[in-house]
């Protein structure tokens, strides 16, 4: 904006650049930025002596203290992941992996996106990683002294015996070599850019890519050591070994896969059909891996056949027609005395039941009760055929999931096992935070309508949910959906105990996100309502189209934070029994003394599953970023 | 039923055919203050009116009131022939006829300029996607903005954000255009081009009620001047007269003080 007399600003025109800032020689840098004044200087030596030292401590915790024994992690990784899901059926758990790979090696190259990285900053990471790997091991202490079985040797006054600092350096020739390459790799890019180094950028996912390819052939070279339980029970400990054939395979497979999907995707990009199937895909990946996941290898597919699909069919075509039928805007009263009859035969269902009078699936009762309340809902939805077809449509997904869930639930047995005592470690982690999440949204985004309805039988409702819920500590809604739950639920009907639970998340993190939605309401302007209404836009059009887009983009930070905190909180299922990752880590491991004695080796486990934890929410973090980035939030 | 045939009578007894809007004695509240002290006004069909008054005295308030975005305590707001009550389909039909221009824009920040266009066109019109875009451009070439289409607001300068949100409203072949006061949020050098597209609309024949202060364009494109004070009008007549020969004190202080 340099000429100020324009009155339409060119947006179009390419900007001058401005010119290109030379990058200062290191010791020029260092004098600017670190000790460009006596105080300045004193902060830099005091701060970098204390990021030293609590490295050192750091280091020196985790390698060559005898203290700790990573093989308790190593040995128990299945544990840790799958709990005590069946050896022999772990082809389901990569199988669901996979879907869920190929689904975002899909996304990623349908909707191009992800940020760059500048070779400069590419080559000042490896630099980095180098130099901190090669400073870390020469700041280990010397290494500790076995006896043959591996036990480390102590003096008379328990001490441990080492070597001495400078001889243990020889053994570390790997760490050296590993740092050497990272820096070599590092200042070769450097060298070779030159001063294009900061004009050549890279994209983050080819980055990603390149950086998980290394790790996972490193697989098939270095030898981090095979350890675990077959599924005959006997065990492996082989520290001189390549991992498991059967870890690095699926692995590997599931890494080129990615890659060739990826490439097909972008061949597919810009096709819309290919788009909403995996849109739908991803919609429906949580159920479909639940369900392979979790069905009974001899599930009775007769009965799923004969009986759930064909009631799943009658409810959905005669439930919509009469539903469509109702909806018509010429059916008056007679449609309100159907919608009064249909609650009537309801009630009966359950009435009959009671007497024994008409013995009845459950499922087909809640299903005369779900057509029931969509019949009360009808006259609602008379203003037009595409209204009309939408809240038929409404009706086949409602009903299908929820007999989907019965379905699933109420299946003889998972896998010989009780769903809530097979599904643990980390995938139950994910199973919760996923189910979660996605049930608690939508849920959130409706209570923070209704708080904001000019209702007033729906606000109410909605705020003192809201207020009770977020009054209450969620190990006690836990404690309650865990205990209380199952006794509400009608005879004949079971939840495992995982379900209802996971209910207890959905509307614990509900109850916040509505919150923090509503914040995202009030800060759309009074002039944007008007302008909608003033277009002629009735209230649900003026909702979906111009109020909701606005305010969930400004509320994504703290929707994010919710997602992130509803993520760790499932951890809390510890104390209620559920054997969730930090259950495993903090007091299976530590009790474990066959096949190997891991007794007390409870810290291990806290930092592992920690990284694992960080490495999640580090994502979701990352990615909130690119997406307030590409919704231009803070910037309208 | 009663009260609906009662006005039905006397809509026909009193609208002329070619009227517009009538309003009869409307009166409006915010909490204690009474903005709208008995408003009565009839605008015809094809007529451009320019509502001239200081602020605060309840010039927007009453064409707010037109489109029900205030909703008015007493008397009565015939648009078209239908009169405005809480019946939601009368509201709903009376807005997609009635098209407003709003001092602030109030385009839809998330959408494109197309978008933004087309959005009322499609869910409430039921046109098409492509007819609505095809109509969309056509404005947009109307408005002399044809190449801003597939930006967003936000990129768009002052004056032509408002030329977008009247291409906004026109998509919906509003038989009357209200203007809230539009230029009055504009840098100087942007006012004429969006006076420009309003005297080219009126020039087309389109109702239009103008809340400005612009007294150029009131002098020169206004069939018929109401000057508001205290929420009542105070005169009403041609721009010669109202310009010339005002005969209320009110008017000539106003004047006086604006001139």
């Known amino acids: 904006m340099t000429d100020i007399t324009t009155s339409e600003p060119e947006v179009s025109d390419q900007p001058a650049l401005p010119p290109e800032e030379p990058s200062l020689p290191i010791g020029e840098w260092t004098r600017k930025n670190l000790f460009s004044s006596p105080g300045n200087a004193i902060l830099t030596v005091v701060f970098s002596v204390l990021v030293l030292a609590a490295f050192r401590v750091l280091v020196n915790f985790m390698f060559e203290n005898p203290e700790r024994d990573w093989v308790s992690i190593k040995f128990n990784m299945r544990l840790l992941f799958a709990h005590a899901y069946p050896v022999s059926q772990f082809s389901r758990v990569w199988a669901s992996l996979g879907m869920v790979v190929g689904l975002g090696a899909l996304s990623l190259a349908l909707w191009p996106g992800g940020g760059v990285k500048s070779i400069k900053r590419i080559s000042t990471s490896l630099m980095s990683a180098g130099g901190i790997i090669a400073l870390g091991t020469l700041m280990v202490n010397g290494a500790l002294s076995r006896d043959d079985a591996g036990e480390v040797l102590f003096t008379e006054d328990f001490e441990a015996i080492r070597d001495s600092w400078a001889s243990s350096l020889g053994g570390r020739g790997s760490w050296f070599l590993l740092a050497a390459l990272l820096f070599g790799a590092g200042l070769a890019l450097w060298v070779k850019f030159g001063d294009q180094r900061r004009s050549v950028f890279v994209p983050t996912v080819r980055l990603l890519y390149v950086t998980v390819g290394l790790l996972i052939a490193s697989l098939w070279v270095v030898k981090y050591g095979h350890y675990g339980v077959r599924g005959d029970g006997t065990f492996v400990i082989k520290p001189d070994s390549l991992v498991a054939f059967s870890t690095r395979m699926p692995l590997t497979v599931l890494f080129v896969l990615a890659g060739l999907i990826y490439l097909v995707g972008v061949r597919l990009r810009g096709v819309d059909a290919v788009k909403i199937a995996v849109t739908a895909g991803w919609a429906l990946s949580p159920f479909i891996a639940f369900w392979v996941i979790l069905r009974d290898p001899d599930i009775d597919y007769t009965h799923v056949f004969n009986t759930d699909l064909p009631m799943f069919v009658a409810f959905a075509v005669f439930g919509g027609a009469l539903l469509y039928a109702l909806s018509s805007p010429k059916i008056g009263e007679l449609g309100r005395l159907i919608a009064m009859a249909m609650v009537g035969v309801a009630g009966f269902t359950f009435v009959s039941a009671f007497f024994g009078w008409i013995s009845m699936l459950q499922k087909a009762r809640l299903s005369f009760v779900a057509l029931a309340v969509f019949a009360l809902m009808a006259n609602n939805f008379t203003r037009d055929l595409r209204t009309r077809r939408n809240f038929v449509i409404a009706w086949v997904v409602a009903i299908g999931v929820m007999h989907y869930f019965i379905t699933i639930m109420n299946s003889a047995s998972t896998l010989e096992l009780r769903s809530d005592t097979i599904v643990g470690g980390f995938v139950f982690t994910i199973f919760a935070a996923v189910f979660g999440l996605m049930f608690s949204f939508p849920l959130g985004v409706l209570l923070a309508l209704a708080r904001t309805s000019t209702l007033p039988i729906f606000r109410l409702l909605a705020t003192w949910f809201i207020e009770f819920v977020r009054g209450v500590p969620f190990i006690t809604v836990l404690f309650f959906f865990d205990i209380m739950l199952p006794l509400f639920l009608p005879e004949g009907m079971e939840a495992p105990g995982m379900a209802a639970t996971v209910l207890g998340l959905v509307l614990f993190s509900a109850a916040y996100l509505a919150e923090n939605v509503r914040g995202g309401l009030q800060s759309v302007r009074r002039g944007q309502f008007e302008a909608a209404d003033a277009l002629g836009l009735t209230t649900p059009q003026r909702t979906m189209f111009i109020v909701l887009p606005q305010s969930l983009r400004v509320s994504i930070p703290p929707l994010v934070g919710q997602a992130i905190a509803t993520y760790k909180e499932t951890s809390l299922f510890a104390i209620i029994g559920v054997f969730d990752f930090l259950r495993i880590a903090n007091s299976v491991i530590p009790n474990q003394s066959t096949p190997v004695n891991f007794v007390g080796h409870k810290l291990e486990g806290l930092l592992f599953i920690s990284l694992v934890y960080w490495l999640g929410t580090f994502t979701m973090s990352k990615y909130s970023q690119s997406l307030e980035k590409k919704l231009g939030v803070g910037d309208r | ?259």
């Open chain 2, 1 to 259: 039923m009663s009260s609906t045939d009662a006005t039905v009578a006397i809509s026909e007894e009193m609208a002329a055919r070619d009227d517009m809007i009538v309003c009869q004695n409307v009166d409006k509240w915010y909490g204690d203050f009474q903005a709208l002290k008995g408003v009565s006004a009839t605008v015809k069909e094809k007529e451009v009116v320019v509502v001239l008054g200081p602020s605060g005295s309840g010039k927007s308030t009453w064409i707010r009131c037109i489109n029900r975005l205030e909703v008015h305590q007493g008397g009565t707001i015939m648009v078209d022939g239908v009169e405005l009550t809480n019946d939601l389909r009368n509201i709903e039909k009376i807005r997609s006829e009635v098209g407003m221009v709003f001092q602030q824009f109030n385009l839809f920040p998330h959408l494109t300029v197309l978008e933004n266009i087309t959005l009322a066109p499609i869910w409430v019109r039921k046109k098409p996607r492509p007819d609505a875009e095809a109509l969309g451009m056509q404005l947009l070439e109307r408005v002399g903005i044809p190449e801003q289409a597939e930006k967003f607001p936000g990129q768009l300068s002052g004056g032509q954000q408002q030329r977008v949100a009247i291409a906004r409203s026109l998509a919906m072949e509003p038989r009357v255009m209200l203007f809230d006061e539009p230029t009055s949020a504009l840098d100087p050098e942007m006012i004429k081009e969006v006076l420009d597209v309003m005297k080219d609309l009126a020039l087309g024949g389109m109702t239009m009620i103008v809340v400005t202060h612009e007294m150029g364009f009131a002098r020169e494109v206004a069939d018929r001047i109401i000057f508001m004070e205290s929420g009542e009008i105070v005169e009403t007549g041609t721009p010669e007269h109202f310009f010339t020969a005002p005969e209320e004190d009110r008017t000539k202080l106003f004047l006086s003080q604006i001139l």
